[in-house]
């Protein structure tokens, strides 16, 4: 269970770093870009906490803007945390298949 809430919160945090980073909501990125625009985002915020706060400040600043961007960081954010649990298992169907057969 604890696996569990640590991929929540990386897929929290990831959504804080979609959500002030440069990348449009309007855009549709690939998988590659979206890591990217991430990890720019937590550099050029200081880090998690800095793109939280910011992102906290941006729902002061534009009440009405916020919501929407957030859904689509959230989305994002959770498409991308799907692909690694399907990359994560297709690494181990050969495994499992070789535990079955035996």
């Known amino acids: 269970?604890?696996?569990?809430?640590?991929t929540r919160g990386q897929a929290s945090a990831r959504a804080a770093a979609l959500f002030v980073s440069d990348i449009s909501a309007a855009d549709r990125?690939?998988?590659?870009?979206?890591e990217e625009a991430i990890r720019r985002a937590i550099r050029m915020h200081g880090g998690?906490?800095?793109?939280?706060?910011?992102?906290?400040?941006?729902y002061g600043?534009?009440?009405?803007?916020?919501?929407?961007r957030m859904a689509w960081a959230r989305s994002l954010a959770a498409d991308l945390r799907h692909h690694q649990?399907?990359?994560?298992?297709?690494?181990?169907?050969p495994l499992a298949q070789l535990a079955?057969?035996?």
């Open 1 to 6: 269970m604890g696996g569990c809430t640590a």
């Open 29 to 34: 990125p690939t998988r590659a870009e979206a």
């Open 48 to 58: 998690i906490r800095g793109c939280t706060a910011d992102m906290a400040a941006a």
């Open 61 to 68: 600043d534009y009440p009405d803007l916020a919501p929407a």
């Open 85 to 93: 649990v399907v990359a994560h298992l297709d690494r181990r169907a």
């Open 100 to 102: 079955t057969a035996a």
